[in-house]
């Protein structure tokens, strides 16, 4: 007996209904990102190994995809470094693509290889699936979606502020209310990296301090203990763990922690640049709230980094996520372009909208009717008909064999589709169609203009 098939772990089939609502996702996405004046592009679904690598911290690199060479991808290592068995070592011999991890790094590629044909300031959206050798679990997938929109070339920071007003139009248009855009500032983390003595540690302090909300205040300070980072130094972070009230509040606690760091005093301004802002233009349905222990572990945030969490209630990680990128093109070649961008986590929107069940009906769409198939003659009278409603925007099909009545009724219900027309030899005598409701039963005689009526 043959084996069953599958599918490696944290990838997934999707349904025909599964899909009409990740379309829906993502074309209202799509249209937002259109009336904030975003352009679409695409780039490959994978990069050359040096594109990708280094970029993401340590953390990331270890979660990219690497694609082994074609042919004999062995030959080229020789017998001293096989016999290491250094996975880093051999690696770089047989490998030199990878699948990318994000679509922030291959567009800043992207800008630098296009320079010469893009007018700056350049704004883009991109969406396309991403992949991460990631542990699956509720939300994450190691092959999922990104819907990224970015803008290269302005260092203003208005457009952080209409990026924040961009998430609170998307999701005040798919009806998710309650959700909260949290920001803070990497020049803010570097600044408390530089008051607390420890410069030197930047990283390991914030990718530790990213993890609050996962492992606890006693677990981030184990974690810094581990990386050597001081007692002292934790004790003078220790408000941070703490700070709770308005935006107001915190700007006021980080202002008194920073006092002498530049950069620091530095993102508090741009902060309050921010917030006050958006409180001035207003937002639909999002909260704006600053989180001073917002880190995200990626090495390119140099400003603002914002991450949008779910409504309370709803067990879910973070649905969306961005940030300033000062630098990132830099790592290509091209100096002083500054960018800044989002993204929106299409499969965490989806478990999102489904358990609290804002899906419209209209993104469960179906075949509207079905006609039922009774031979060669009035499949003939009923393509027809069916041909006419399609060109009115009617979707409408017909049951391809003429099978028994009942098994051609159950297809429709188990299809979930709203109307049947049955159209035999009475009713083609009389240029009629018996329009029958799947739902209440009811069953109507209609020529074909009341058929196109009920129908719409």
């Keep these: 007996m043959a084996q069953k098939p599958s599918i490696p772990k944290g990838t997934r089939d999707f349904s025909p209904e599964e899909v009409v609502k990740r379309n829906y996702i993502m074309d209202t996405i799509k249209s937002c990102f259109t009336t904030y004046g975003f352009q679409p592009i695409e780039t490959p679904s994978f990069e050359n190994s040096d594109t990708l690598m280094g970029k993401y911290g340590e953390e990331g690199d270890r979660l990219i995809f690497k694609i082994l060479n074609s042919g004999d991808f062995l030959r080229k290592v020789d017998d001293t470094t096989y016999a290491e068995k250094d996975s880093g070592k051999i690696t770089s011999k047989i490998s030199e693509k990878a699948l990318r991890y994000d679509l922030t790094v291959p567009f800043a590629r992207y800008v630098v290889q296009h320079q010469n044909d893009i007018t700056f300031p350049f704004k883009r959206y991109q969406m396309q699936p991403v992949w991460r050798a990631d542990r699956p679990q509720k939300g994450r997938f190691r092959e999922f979606y990104q819907c990224d929109a970015d803008v290269v070339g302005s260092d203003s920071l208005w457009q952080e502020v209409e990026l924040v007003q961009l ?131 990626l090495n390119y945030y140099t400003g603002a980094i914002f991450e949008v969490s779910a409504p309370d209630g709803v067990a879910m990680g973070s649905i969306g996520g961005g940030g300033r990128y000062d630098d990132l093109t830099g790592i290509f070649g091209l100096k002083n372009m500054s960018g800044v961008g989002i993204s929106f986590g299409l499969d965490r929107i989806y478990l999102v909208l489904e358990e609290l069940n804002l899906f419209p009906e209209t993104a469960t769409a179906n075949t509207k009717v079905l006609f039922i198939n009774f031979g060669e003659t009035e499949a003939l009278y009923a393509m027809q008909a069916i041909s006419k409603l399609r060109q009115q925007g009617i979707s409408a099909e017909l049951y391809p064999d003429s099978a028994k009545m009942g098994k051609q009724m159950s297809y429709a219900d188990k299809r979930n589709i709203q109307f049947t027309v049955l159209a035999g030899a009475s009713e083609m005598e009389a240029s009629q169609y018996t329009l029958k409701n799947m739902k209440s039963g009811e069953q109507t005689s209609v020529d074909f203009d009341t058929l196109v009526r009920k129908l719409q």
């Excluded at 301090?209 to 980072?229: A, T």
């Excluded at 700070?243 to 606690?253: E, F, H, R, V």
């Design 167 to 297: 998430y609170d139009a998307v999701f005040s248009e798919l009806k998710l209310k309650g959700t909260t855009i949290k920001m803070n500032n990497r020049k803010v983390l570097s600044g408390i990296a530089e008051v607390i003595g420890e410069t030197d540690k930047l990283i390991d302090f914030t990718v530790a301090l990213d993890k609050l909300d996962k492992i606890g205040e006693e677990g981030v300070k184990k974690e810094m203990r581990e990386k050597g980072i001081s007692d002292s130094a934790i004790d003078k972070v220790q408000p941070l763990f703490t700070a709770s009230g308005t935006a107001s509040d915190k700007l006021n606690l980080l202002s008194e922690l920073l006092a002498s760091s530049e950069v620091g005093m530095k993102g508090v301004e741009e902060l309050s640049f921010i917030v006050n802002s958006v409180e001035t233009l207003g937002l639909q349905s999002a909260n704006l709230e600053i989180d001073v222990t917002l880190a995200r572990g």
